[in-house]
Every structure is written in C-alpha cells, then in structure tokens.
C-alpha cells in the first residue's frame, strides 16, 4: 500500500457522490457557516421558524440549515461532534462555497478572570488530537493567524463603560490610567492608552461590561482605585505563571480588573 499516495476521499469527491446517491443537485451554501457541535442554537432556529433546509447540501450525517439574521445570510449544522468529523464537514462546508467558518459551542472557566460575559482571545492551543497532523506541520500548539489575530485585536481597541455619574468615573479612571482624559465632555470622556481608546458614557444606567488592564504594581493600583471610591470584587491572586489578578466595582456596578505579570 502506497501510505504516501494522494487520497482520492476528498471534500470534492465525497459531495459529489453523495450527490449522486441521495439526487441532490449541485449549488453552494452561504458564505458564512456555523458549527453549532450541542445542537441547540439549530433547534431554536428551526422551532421558531427561522431556519429553512439547504437543498445543495449533501454531506452524510448531517443537514444544513439557511437563515438569515441582520441581513446576514448564515448556513449552519448542528451535532458535527469530533475533531475528526468535523473537519471533513467544515472541508465539505469550504468546498461549497463557504468562506467563513464559525464554531459555537459551550465552554467553562477554570480559573477566575472576571464575571461573565467577557471575550477570551485564544492565541494557541494544545495539539492533544491527531487529526490536525493531516493538515497542519507537526508541534505541540496551534498558534492563531497572525493577520486573525490582528483583526481581532483592532475589534477590542475601543471599550465604553456606562456611567451615571461622569466626573466621579473620571476620577476613577484617571488614578487607574495614570493620564488625563484626551476627551472631556458631559456626554463623553475618553482616554487613549497605547492602542485602546476606553470612553465614559452618561447615558449608561445598567451592569456595564468588564475590562483587564496591565499594570507595572497590582498593590499600587488596587490601593489607588480603592481610595478613588471603588468597591473590592476579588483581592490579589496568584493564577500561576506569576500573573496577579484583582478587581473592583466602581459606583455604577462596573468591573475593572487588573492584571500584573512577572
């Protein structure tokens, strides 16, 4: 047996002869697909009436579902659980005519970062399945793309908490930062750091979101946020590697975390 010959199971041939088998006819499915491996976000599309059958999709084991949201048309299938299988549905997905692909599934905190929801940007991961070795040279992480990576970064660049009282936030926000605000307004405070540009909104009057700043000295930034009015959430805490953590609430129920690497 030739180990190294070409495998004739590709996405390609495998849509096609199941196209032949099950007499579906050759078409594309939405350029932006989604796994959704539990199943659930496809079963609340479909018994609320928002998700029509793909007709062009023929891949075994699996149906694809249309439906459209903000103007957005998405195709998704539900249950694709294993590394392995869901490689080859997200192969078949690209064969026709995907060219974003999304993966929705659940996921637990092991170590304390914040309140959820927050956003968690995974940079690597450990390769511990094999069936990334058939496509990708072998090591012992998975790194993100760097041009992914910066897109996702720009998405993050910008950060608005809500506020009811604007000059006691600003004051907040100044000992944390270390700066004055490049923009001082009653509707709109703004500071610049590096990159991020992080703004103050007076309109906001429910749970704001959460945030995690470097800083040089964690004891020194807690004392000063505590001194400004804030509210300890969780004392300093070693989460290995040498990373501190810490956070607070200010006055409108905002979380702030601070971060202190070794």
């Known amino acids: 047996m030739e180990y190294q010959s070409i495998s004739v199971f590709t996405p390609e041939n ?5 196209r032949r088998q ?23 599309l ?16 699996t149906r694809m579902y249309n439906f459209t ?9 539900g249950k694709a659980v294993g590394a392995s299988f869901a490689v080859l549905v997200a192969e078949e997905m690209f064969a026709c005519g995907c060219e974003l692909l999304i993966s929705m599934t659940s996921a637990g905190q092991i170590i304390t970062k914040g309140r959820p929801p927050y956003f968690v940007l995974i940079e690597k991961a450990l390769r511990d399945e094999g ?7 072998p090591s012992a992480f998975s790194t993100i793309n760097a041009k992914l990576m910066e897109c996702l ?9 809500p506020v009811k009282d604007i000059a006691k936030a ?19 405070v703004g500071f610049k750091v590096g990159n991020q540009d992080i703004g103050l909104g007076p309109n906001g009057h429910k749970e704001g979101m959460t945030a995690y700043y470097h800083v040089d000295d964690i004891k020194k930034s807690l004392r000063l946020l505590l001194d400004a009015g804030a509210k300890q959430v969780q004392e300093i805490k070693d989460v290995g590697g040498g990373r501190l953590i810490a956070s607070v609430k200010d006055a409108d129920g905002n979380i702030i975390g601070l971060i202190q690497d070794s």
């Open 153 to 161: 970064t720009s998405a993050f660049e910008k950060s608005q908490y």
């Open 22 to 44: 099950k007499s579906i006819h050759e078409g594309s499915v939405p350029k932006v697909c989604i796994l959704d491996p539990d199943g659930d976000i496809v079963q609340n």
């Open 14 to 18: 495998l849509l096609r002869e199941a």
């Open 69 to 77: 949201y903000e103007g957005i048309e998405f195709g998704i299938v």
């Open 131 to 137: 069936t990334s070795y058939h496509y990708l040279p």
């Open 170 to 188: 600003k004051t907040l926000f100044r000992e944390l930062l270390g700066k004055e605000p490049y923009a001082d307004d009653s509707y709109y």
């Open 46 to 61: 479909f018994e609320a009436g928002l998700a029509q059958l793909n007709p062009y999709w023929a891949c075994y084991h």
